[in-house]
């Protein structure tokens, strides 16, 4: 870039400065994004533990069906097939719930990656940037560095044409 196309000193620091909130702001949105995650993953692991609970209990009435109640089920049949569908009940409700849980983590899942795509692209925007401010910085301090050198020859000049 010719120094005549470049920006001001000032503006192509302030346009750093711009690129640094936004980069900051990029990073406070991953906090909550992440915390979502943490939060969706959490909500599986609870449901995935639900849904072992109620199958393990479901095993056991299962089993107590044909061994220790087998005795009384004439007698009790109607509250144990009861107690069983509230089981399966249960059991189905939870594993319904463990697909919106699973999704809502995926969902998460993207939110952060978009948030974290979005805190690359504003680094890259801000180191941009930032090379930017520095060229023109270099740029101007070699500008200021030849007008003193023309001054200076100019002067030598006009010394010895007065001598």
Do not use: C
Not at 4 to 10: D, I
Not at 42 to 67: C, G, M, N, P, Y
Not at 83 to 95: A, G, I, Y
């Amino acid at each position: 870039m010719t120094s005549a196309r470049m920006p001001r000193l000032h503006e192509a620091q302030q346009l750093a400065r711009l690129r640094a909130l936004r980069v900051q702001r990029a990073r406070e949105r991953i906090a909550p994004a992440q915390a979502a995650v943490d939060q969706a993953a959490r909500a599986v692991r609870e449901r995935q533990q639900k849904i072992d609970h109620f199958r393990s209990r479901l095993a056991e009435s299962r089993e107590a069906v044909v061994t220790s109640l087998a005795p009384a089920l004439p007698r009790w049949s109607a509250v144990t097939g009861a107690h069983l569908e509230r089981l399966v009940d249960q059991l189905e409700r939870n594993e319904y719930g463990l697909t919106q849980d699973e999704r809502a983590l995926e969902a998460a899942q993207e939110q952060l990656q978009q948030a974290r795509s979005e805190l690359t692209r504003a680094l890259a925007r801000e180191d941009a940037v930032q090379g930017l401010a520095r060229e023109v910085k270099r740029a101007r301090l070699l500008e200021r560095d030849q007008r003193a050198e023309r001054e200076l020859d100019d002067q030598g000049r006009a010394n010895r044409g007065a001598r």
